[in-house]
């Protein structure tokens, strides 16, 4: 994280030097000041587009520092200001350089956020999922009959009883991420949607760091089919994963998130629960092919404590081979949003065999979850009738 901040900053010095060297033509375009270091003729015309094109650079430096510069706007620059280098080039030719810097910038903007970018796939699955019809009803205390007494402990401790159920969430996470307990830390931020229903899907867009440069990544699982990609600087695929084993992998993971940031959608999910004792059940989800369990164990406050399933697979680094090993998601602390209770601080833990043995590879903390409301309807009688997240969201 610190290298991608000194390129960044660098970069940002580069262009912004760059655009203060414009000046240079204008004052002398304006008659200002005598200006040496530029021997060709420049008159009051020419020197307006030196100072318009500095403006422009500036600027691009500006949102460069913000982090908020669209992809077009370093290209143009770029392309203004080497017009105006080849007017002046015996004296101004190394400008060519820090155009080529802002040429490199426009490419890896495009890349990172244009039409063929992840961000782009990411935002066009999330207006689809919501464009599809779900439904809604409000939660009440008799909703949580035939639930584990943990379970519905739980839901009560969430605040959902007495208000409008959701039909999905949005959250914005940040944290870090390794492949192995000798791995190095990878620092991220994330964003994702989960939206519930018949076809339940989950997008997760994670903008990581790894030895100093950007690594974007998108999850998607939609439609009960799984696909994980992975470029590096936006523009070198390094994952391309797909297949039966992610499918099942990204099964568990949404029964986690429903477990962890929306428990009240427990309420009417094709779920099966098994209570182990008080402060322990065990639930299985089906989903189309696949059937995955996960054994839950609360705290005595009623709270999650942790999540633990045998059902998910451990992705090798090029995403080619999955294989089977205990997961789980201890929770360290409960946040709230809007009078919600969820997970606000947790890990993710592979317990693997020797030598690794059982390590933390993910940490993660939430830093908003909002709810995503639906469509009231009219309340049916037989709450387990309900689809998943026909009356919450996960």
Known sequence: MVLRRVIRWTVVVVVAVHGLLHLLGAVKGFGWADVPALSAEIGPWLGLAWLLVSVLVLAVAVLLARGTCPWWLPLVAAVLSEVLVVTAWQDAWAGTAANLLLLAVAGHAWARTGPRSLRADYADHVRAALARPRTQVDLREDDLAGLPAPVARLIRRTGALGRPAVIGFRAE?????????????????????????????????????????????????????????????????????????????????????????APEALVGAPVRWTQVGDDRATGSLTLGSYTVAADLTFDAAGDLADFVSDDRARASADGRTFTPQRWSTPVRSVGQWDGRRACGVGEARWHAPEPEGTFTYLEVVVDDLSPIEGVPWARTPTPSTRSLGSSTPG
């Open 173 to 261: 996470l940040h944290g870090r991420i390794r492949g192995g307990p000798s791995k190095p830390w990878m620092p991220f931020t994330g964003e994702q949607v989960n939206l519930y229903g018949p076809d339940p899907c989950r997008l997760f867009l994670m903008d990581a760091t790894m030895f100093g440069l950007p690594v974007d990544v998108l999850h998607v699982f939609d439609r009960r089919k799984a696909t994980m990609r992975v470029r590096l600087c936006s523009t070198v695929p390094i994952v391309r994963a797909a297949g039966p084993e992610l499918d099942r992998t990204e099964t568990v993971t949404l029964l986690n998130d429903l477990c962890l940031l």
